[in-house]
Structures are given as C-alpha cells and as structure tokens.
C-alpha cells in the first residue's frame, strides 16, 4: 500500500553511475556525477539534456533496470530493490508483440499477473477506448499506424495501474501532427488519475507543454543538473495552443538559455567520437 504520507514519489539521492569501458586500458566512464531529482506524488516532471548525457540511464535506474554505482533511490520514501515494481515504463521504441493483437498486446500484463483472460481483454478493450481506438482491439502491430501502436503501448502501460509512468522520448518517432494529438492524450488521461511521470524528452517545446517541473541536465561525461524549472502555465492545456502564449516563450528563452552551452558542447562531443 502507498503511504498517503509519503509526498515524494520519486528520490534520487547523489546518483553516481560509472561504467566500465570495453577497452580494458580505458578508464571506466563516469555517466552520472552526484546527481539528486525529486518527482512529487502526483507530479509532472521532464527531463531535457544533450544527446548522450544520460537521460535514460537516469530512467534505468528509477525502474530499477540499474543499479547506481552509488548513491540512493527512494519509491514514496522506501529504498529501491530490486525492479520498481510501482512503475511502468513507456520506451521509445515499440515494444509490441507481433503475434498478438492491440487487445491481447495490452491485456498480457494483466493475465501475467494471473487475471483470467476473458476479464483481461474486456479491461483491454475499455483501455483501447480510453486512447481513442475503440473497436481496433483485432488489429494486430503490422496494421496499424505509428501513432496507433503507440497509444496502444500507453494503454498496455496504464492499464496495470502504476504509481509512476517511466517515458523515454515516447513521441519522439510521430509525425508532428500525430504527436500533439498524443501529447494531448497523455494529458487528458494524466488528469484524470494524476500519477507521477518522469518523462524523459530531447524536445523542450513538449517538456515545457506537458510538465509541472523541467529538469535540465548538464552534457556528460559526469552529468548532473543544473536547472530545475517551475511551469507556471494554467491547466488544462491545449499543447498546440499554449506554444503561442507569452510565458510559453519566456519558459522557452529561460530554459534554453540555461542548457545551449551544455548542448553545443554535447553536439562538439559526438563530433569528436565520430
């Protein structure tokens, strides 16, 4: 059970992860420095950076999929063992399993958890029908479109009702008319139940339209943060509409100053190795 007590859904405490490199007279490579995040219960935080300076590590290691070199993570206040268990994580790529359809590719978490399948594909196909693919429940992956296999990945993830929603640059492979349709959703369906979402985005335009908080980190090696923003702009929002408005772009010109020195020396970065 949650404790109603516990404000912080998510604490990470002076994360440091090194890894070794694969060449042995290399020395290990410091991903993460010293790095401390909070997500509130029921908070919206983003999470933008340069390319390659460890936004997903940071996601690995809030599921549980890594453990820090050092340093501490907290899920509502108890130490992380093990997989996170009170999360569910919605990758980039997709993840769909081929040989089911959409209702039985979101239902199969359900029937791993030992519910029947009948039960399971009607909760499934109530699912679709929160995402706005009502009656699609026999489509399987290969027919349907990227937009719609991603809305089903987002019903295969809520569906398992989690206390924390792990995103990894979700949208990052729509059209651009697709993913404000999403994005949008993702917000409709956040508003309902508030969950805790750690999003993780190169695009600071859907950071600043989706989230409560934007968290910018600093090129690696070494990553840390080093800005952590209030998105002071009134819900419910329309993220098609509120790129227009004045404190969108003052939010954006902010930001953006903050994190161009460390994205020009990212980019200079993967010059450099190639």
């Known amino acids: 059970m949650r404790n109603e007590s516990a404000a912080v859904a998510v604490e990470l405490q002076r994360i440091n992860c090194t890894f070794a490199s694969s060449d042995r007279k290399a020395d290990p490579y410091p ?72 209702a039985g590719n979101v239902a199969v978490g359900l029937q791993y958890r030992g519910v029947a399948r009948r039960e399971a594909e009607a909760r499934a196909n109530d699912w679709l029908v929160r995402v706005g693919l009502a009656g699609r429940g026999h489509a399987y992956p290969h027919q349907l479109s990227g937009g719609m296999k991603k809305r ?20 990052s492979a729509l059209d651009v008319q697709t993913r404000l349709l999403m994005e949008n959703e993702l917000l409709d369906i956040w508003a309902a139940n508030k969950k805790s979402v750690l ?35 009134p819900r419910p929002r329309d993220v098609s509409e509120i790129r227009h408005e004045l404190r969108f772009v003052e939010l954006y010109k902010d930001i ?15 010059k450099v190795r190639a």
């Open 256 to 270: 953006w100053h903050a994190m161009k020195a460390e994205v020009l020396k990212g980019y200079a970065q993967t």
């Open 152 to 171: 089903v990945a987002l019903a295969q993830t809520l569906i398992l009702d989690p206390e924390i929603i792990l995103m990894d640059e979700p949208f």
């Open 199 to 233: 999003f993780i985005t190169h695009d600071l335009e859907e950071a600043i339209s989706l989230s409560d908080r934007v968290v910018v980190l600093s090129a690696g090696p070494g990553t840390r943060c080093i800005g952590d923003f209030v998105i002071d702009i």
């Open 31 to 102: 991903a993460v420095s010293e790095l401390s995040l909070r997500v509130a219960d029921g908070e919206f935080v983003s999470v933008v950076g340069p390319t390659g300076c460890g936004k997903s590590t940071l996601l690995n290691v809030t599921a549980g999929l890594l453990r820090p070199t050092s340093g501490t993570v907290r899920i509502f206040g108890q130490p992380l063992v093990g997989l996170n268990a009170r999360a569910g994580y919605l990758f980039q790529a997709d993840s769909l399993m081929p040989w089911r359809n959409a």
